[in-house]
Nanobody, 126 residues
C-alpha cells in the first residue's frame, strides 16, 4: 500500500513558522506532483499549492502567496511546505496528496490525486 505521511504540524504563535513534511513509503516521489490541501474547522477542504516534478509551484490559495513555499528533497523522498508569517486563518488540518504526473493542474482538483496522507494539525494561537 502506497502511503504518504505528513508531519511537522503543531501550535505556533501568530507570525511564527512551521515546516510540514510529506514523506512516502513504497514509492519514490521524484515522479509525482504533490498537492498541499488544508481543511479549517467547519469548512471544506481547499487547495493550498502544488509542486511539480521539476519543483515549480502553482498556488491555489491567494492568501498564502508570499508566505508559503514548497520544496522537494528527492534524496530524502520528502516534500516540504514551509509556512511563514502564520495567521489564525491558517488553522486547519494540512494534507499532502500525490499523483504520477509532471505538471500541476491549474485548479486544485482533489479527485485528480491518487494518494493522500492522514493530515497534520496546524494551530495558530497566542
Amino acid at each position: 500500500q502506497l502511503q504518504l505521511v505528513e508531519s511537522g504540524g503543531g501550535l505556533v504563535q501568530p507570525g511564527g513558522s512551521l515546516r510540514l513534511s510529506c514523506a512516502a513509503s513504497e514509492f519514490t516521489l521524484d515522479y509525482y506532483v504533490i498537492g498541499w490541501f488544508r481543511q479549517a474547522p467547519g469548512r471544506e477542504r481547499e487547495g493550498v499549492l502544488c509542486i511539480s516534478v521539476s519543483g515549480g509551484s502553482t498556488y491555489y490559495a491567494d492568501s498564502v502567496k508570499g508566505r508559503f513555499t514548497a520544496s522537494r528533497d528527492n534524496a530524502k523522498n520528502t516534500v516540504y511546505l514551509q509556512m511563514n508569517s502564520l495567521e489564525p486563518e491558517d488553522i486547519g488540518i494540512y494534507y499532502c496528496a500525490a499523483v504520477r504526473y509532471n505538471f500541476c493542474p491549474e485548479q486544485a482538483t482533489e479527485q485528480w490525486y491518487d494518494y493522500w496522507g492522514q493530515g497534520t494539525q496546524v494551530t495558530v494561537s497566542s
